[in-house]
Nanobody, 114 residues
Framework: VQLVESGGGWVQPGGSLRLSCAAS????????MGWYRQAPGKQRDLVAA???????NYADSVKGRFTISRDNAKNTVYLQMNSLKPEDTAVYYC?????????WGQGTQVAVSS
């Protein structure tokens, strides 16, 4: 199983980034997919998730700014991040979850600063 994130980088406050996570080795459409983030010295927290049926949920801190979506034909989940703030700076991780199966990507760094 591989989850490969891409799209991270540096952006100024108010800017946008789009993260992608390409999955292989799983039946992607059956899995709930999520994006988590971990800032230095802090725990890893859920940012956004989308179920196999397409239902989504978001952390309160990103509601209205971030959008998670999935393309089952491409085995890929996306996180569109708008109106980025310095407090969004973290390593962002992709997660695939189905019952007892739980997989993580290697993470992609997002840095928001002026």
């Amino acid at each position: 199983v591989q989850l490969v994130e891409s799209g991270g980088g540096w952006v100024q406050p108010g800017g946008s980034l789009r993260l992608s996570c390409a999955a292989s080795g799983i039946t992607f459409s059956r899995y709930a997919m999520g994006w988590y983030r971990q800032a230095p010295g802090k725990q890893r927290d859920l940012v956004a998730a989308v179920t196999s049926g397409g239902s989504t949920n978001y952390a309160d801190s990103v509601k209205g700014r971030f959008t998670i979506s999935r393309d089952n034909a491409k085995n890929t989940v996306y996180l569109q991040m708008n109106s980025l703030k310095p407090e969004d700076t973290a390593v962002y991780y992709c997660n695939a979850h189905l019952v007892t199966m739980n997989y993580w990507g290697q993470g992609t760094q997002v840095a928001v600063s002026s």
